[in-house]
């Protein structure tokens, strides 16, 4: 197939959006399938290029009404056998102009458009304009040709409120955007070294930009607890502050580094930066604990989770809001409620003093994983496409 792939993000822009995008193009790509990518140009990173087999084209500026006009006189000139649209909308910063393109598509009837929704959080359109904003959302997948959701709560969402008007949707999980790749030579010691972790620290860490919905306050004042009771704890946030599309959280980064000057833990607290893929590895290897207290519930579409799961970590999070088969509390991951820092906190302090359960943990972690490799959902991609064509 001929497939167009439509992103607001991608890389070198730093976001999850982007990152899924170019794994699940590679792994397409693999299976025999003609790439082609159409994204935001920024700066530098802007034009036609050719890379790994895949032809991306940043030449988007803004995502507005121009933004759209573009994006379809692309799709009639490049006339794929299928459109991906990937949908979040912080990555097409908060336009709504992107929600119209499949009514557009749907007048001419090809080529067939298929969102995937990386969440159902609606776009700002304008001023209050309140229930409108949702609205936007369910007219986008009501004129679509299929939907696919990251997460169980997604698609739950989707064919309930949509009811008998749901197009055909399908259930896809994301994957790991970090490959369980280390440096060369690397070496666990070392790399704690270079933070300055003893060999008695507890180091938890936290993988993600900041964002309201990971909860750090509530991962913050865990270890602060954790520190006046006269735990050898420290923090590693991995990772860079903000997305590229993430501008929004800007505010709350500064709001994160506030906290960690108010509870006096700057000595506690480390971080790694935006950095490349080997060093991510090698730092969520190097932790003893993977932190991830989201305040919406863990689910399957949150990108950190399943490199959490990749590197087998033993991991601490949050219960799902909607049950999730393939994670279990103490089976895959150690579950506690929402912004509940005591309970997160005598979660750290068990795991950290139980090395069988971090083991347990740690081994259903890697085993899980291996049910969300690219290949195999590249594979279910390309079929969910090919009934709709």
């Given at each position: 197939m001929r497939i167009g792939i439509i992103t607001g993000e991608y890389p070198p822009m730093e976001g999850g959006v982007g990152a899924f995008t170019q794994e699940l193009s590679l792994a397409l790509h693999d299976l025999g399938h003609q790439i082609h990518i159409l994204t935001t140009s920024t700066g530098a990173a802007g034009g036609e290029t050719v890379e790994t087999g895949l032809m991306v084209h940043r030449t988007v500026p803004q995502w507005g009404l121009p933004g759209m006009r573009q994006a379809y006189g692309w799709l009639q000139a490049l006339s794929p056998d299928v459109v991906s649209l990937q949908y979040e909308p912080a990555a097409y910063g908060m336009k709504g102009w992107i929600t119209a393109l499949p009514r557009w598509l749907q007048r001419s009837r090809r080529p067939p458009l298929v969102i995937t929704f990386h969440d159902l959080l609606p776009p700002y359109l304008f001023p209050k304009a309140g229930a409108v904003r949702q609205w936007s959302d369910l007219q986008m997948a009501r004129h679509a040709a299929g939907c696919i959701a990251t997460n169980h709560e997604d698609q739950q969402a989707l064919t309930q409120v949509l009811g008998s008007a749901a197009p055909p949707t399908r259930l896809i999980p994301i994957g790991s955007n970090i490959a369980t790749e280390l440096p060369p030579n690397y070496d666990r010691e070392r790399t704690r070294d270079r933070y300055g972790f003893g060999p008695?620290?507890?180091v938890v860490g936290f993988f993600g930009f900041m964002n309201r919905s990971k909860g750090i306050e509530t991962l913050l004042e865990a270890v602060a607890r954790?520190?006046?009771?006269?735990?050898?704890?420290?923090?590693?946030?991995?990772?860079?502050?903000?997305?590229?599309?993430?501008a929004a959280n800007t505010q709350y980064a500064d709001e994160v580094d506030e906290m960690v000057r108010d509870l006096h833990l700057e000595s506690r607290t480390h971080r790694t930066g935006f950095a490349a893929q080997q060093d991510v590895s090698a730092a969520l290897r190097a932790i003893d604990i993977c932190a991830l207290p989201y305040r919406d519930g863990a689910n399957l579409r949150?990108?950190?989770l399943h490199a959490a799961l990749a590197h087998g970590c033993a991991i601490v999070t949050?219960?799902?809001?909607?049950?999730?088969?393939?994670?279990?509390?103490?089976?895959?991951?150690?579950?506690?409620?929402p912004e509940a820092p005591t309970a997160l906190a005598e979660s750290i302090l068990r795991l950290g003093s139980d090395r069988d359960l971090r083991q347990r943990?740690?081994?259903?972690?890697?085993?899980?994983?291996?049910?969300?490799s690219w290949p195999a959902i590249a594979a279910e991609t390309a079929a969910f496409f090919e009934t709709l064509q």
């Open positions: 008695q620290d507890l954790l520190r006046d009771a006269g735990h050898p704890i420290h923090l590693l946030l991995i990772g860079g502050r903000t997305g590229t599309s993430d949150r990108g950190t949050t219960t799902p809001n909607v049950p999730v088969a393939e994670l279990q509390n103490e089976a895959g991951a150690l579950f506690v409620p943990l740690s081994t259903a972690a890697t085993k899980l994983a291996g049910k969300f």
